[in-house]
């Protein structure tokens, strides 16, 4: 993610709270028109009040869309109460999906959402246990980020309108149904053995968190349903970012080094103090999730209201930031909005098989997708892996170079090779890219998981296909 200079009038004496803006409500108001039915996103309140099964709005009954419609008027008062600032935004539903839409021209790199730090939940490292009452002090600082931040959100539940963010929790879905729901059955349907795997492993993974935190809780009843309610939210929901110190003396050590680096910088380059610190305060990017990769620095996490009302692209460029000075976090992105369409923003280069187990979609044409499978080159067995525009990695190209004998190989016979275990890898599946077109043209007889694993499985042979058309190409067989 580039950065945005999003502090670039930030004063180091007073500190406005509004870049100079003048302090509009939150406009982060429902469509005119009453929200579509939709099987995934009830929020608990409607679930509780419309009694159907969890996750689904039934027949969409108007006492449901009465209690939807009230659930998003309450979070709108609370939004504005808390001080989310975004004029130019609205929660809108674009077919079934629940999104945002621009109320207003968006320009690229303005800022439109505003939220304090104090209308968000937040985990940084080494922080104490919020709630030593709610659950044991010690499991909680030994549990993963994502588990201190469900339990935060079980807890803020918990204390419903008691809770300082009472109106955010009130609207998050029920359910999100990501497979780390789905049967054994259900997973194989995707039809891609790493994906499988990955949840196959996270479904054993969530169960032990949820046995310690089943220990480890010291207030009422939390089922597995109500674990999974509050970590499908976390990890489809939660952006991350490089910690800067909370504390107020971590803050002043922070604010000293800024100070410090900002002065030797400002020398260096004759800037002016000010302007220095900025360029150096935003640094601190939050990425929505991206960070299994980079989860060993030092980072904190946060769900930001109203930021995370927005659905993901790959094709936007985003900057999530949190103002040092201001104690907010700010959203722009790099492109330009007009009045009526929706705003999307990035969750981080991700390929599909995150997005569906963290996320419960794939996305079309997904620059950030990979197909990774195994297979025997030379008589030897490796890991090969096309990117998403049909490519072979440098490194599997290697590998199987070596295993056909090295450097003398010619590149028809490599890529032959390559062709070949493409082929049979496409091949072997129990289903053609034109057996599952046919099954999404009639979506509707098709059960919600199973949509979603044809979509998945159909992306994920476009890009095999991509990978032998490519191949063919070159040995000039087409
Ligand atoms: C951060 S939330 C975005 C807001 C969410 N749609 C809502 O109603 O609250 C992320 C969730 O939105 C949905 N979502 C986001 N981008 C999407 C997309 N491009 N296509 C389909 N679903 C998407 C997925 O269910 C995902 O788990």
């Not at 945005?4 to 007073?14: D, E, G, M, R, T």
């Not at 099964?53 to 504005?80: N, P, R």
């Not at 492993?201 to 349903?225: I, L, P, T």
């Not at 080159?377 to 525009?389: R, S």
Request: overall charge positive.
């Amino acid at each position: 993610m580039a950065l945005a200079s999003a502090c670039s009038s930030a004063a180091l004496c007073a500190i406005p709270q509004t870049h100079g803006r003048p302090k509009a409500p939150c406009s982060f108001a429902p469509s005119s028109r009453p929200p579509a039915p939709d099987r995934r996103r009830r929020s608990p309140a409607a679930a509780a009040a419309g009694g159907s099964s969890a996750g689904g709005f039934g027949g969409g009954s108007s006492s449901t869309a009465a209690q939807e419609a009230a659930v998003t008027k309450d979070y709108i008062k609370w939004a504005g109460e808390a001080g989310i600032i975004s004029p130019k935004m609205q929660q809108a539903y674009f077919g079934e999906l629940r999104g945002a839409k621009a109320l207003d021209a968006i320009a690229p790199d303005e800022i439109f959402v505003t939220v304090p730090r104090a209308a968000a939940v937040v985990v940084a490292p080494n922080e104490r246990c919020p709630c030593p009452d709610f659950v044991d002090a010690a499991f909680y600082k030994e549990a993963p980020w994502f588990v201190k931040m469900a339990v935060l959100l079980l807890w803020e539940r918990s204390r419903g309108r008691a809770s300082p963010v009472w109106g955010y929790i009130e609207q998050l879905p029920s359910s999100i149904d990501t497979p780390v729901r789905w049967s054994e059955a259900e997973l194989v349907e995707l039809q891609y053995a790493p994906a499988i795997n990955e949840i196959r492993q996270q479904q054993a993974a969530w169960r032990q968190q949820y046995d310690k935190f089943s220990a480890a809780v010291k207030q009422g009843k939390h089922s597995y349903e109500d674990f999974l309610w509050a970590l499908e939210n976390v990890r489809s929901r939660a952006f991350s970012g490089p910690y800067t110190g909370s504390s107020v003396v971590e803050k002043a050590r922070t604010l000293g080094l800024l100070l410090a680096a900002g002065g030797a910088y400002a020398a260096w380059q004759q800037l002016p103090l000010e302007q220095a610190l900025n360029g150096l305060i935003s640094v601190l990017v939050f990425n929505i999730m991206y960070d299994l990769l980079l989860s060993k620095k030092l980072k904190w996490y946060a769900l930001c209201p109203v930021v995370d009302a927005i659905n993901h692209s790959s094709l936007v460029e985003s900057n999530v930031e949190y103002e040092y000075f201001r104690d907010q976090f700010v959203l722009s992105t790099k492109s330009a909005y007009k009045p009526g369409e929706q705003v999307f923003i990035s969750y981080g280069a991700q390929s599909n098989g995150s997005l569906l187990q963290y996320y419960a979609f794939t996305e079309p044409n997904n620059p950030n997708d990979v197909y990774a499978f195994e297979a025997a080159i030379g008589g030897q067995k490796m890991q090969l892996t096309v990117n998403a525009k049909g490519s072979f990695t440098a490194e599997c190209q290697a590998a199987a170079r070596a295993a056909l004998g090295g450097s003398s190989v010619q590149d028809d016979q490599l890529r032959t090779a390559l062709l070949q275990a493409a082929e049979a890898e496409l091949a072997s599946k129990p289903t053609s890219a034109a057996d599952d077109e046919r099954l999404l043209q009639t979506p509707h007889l098709m059960a919600p998981r199973q949509r979603a694993a044809v979509e998945f499985r159909l992306e994920k042979k476009r890009v095999l296909e991509r990978a032998i058309g490519r191949s063919r190409k070159r040995l000039g067989k087409q």
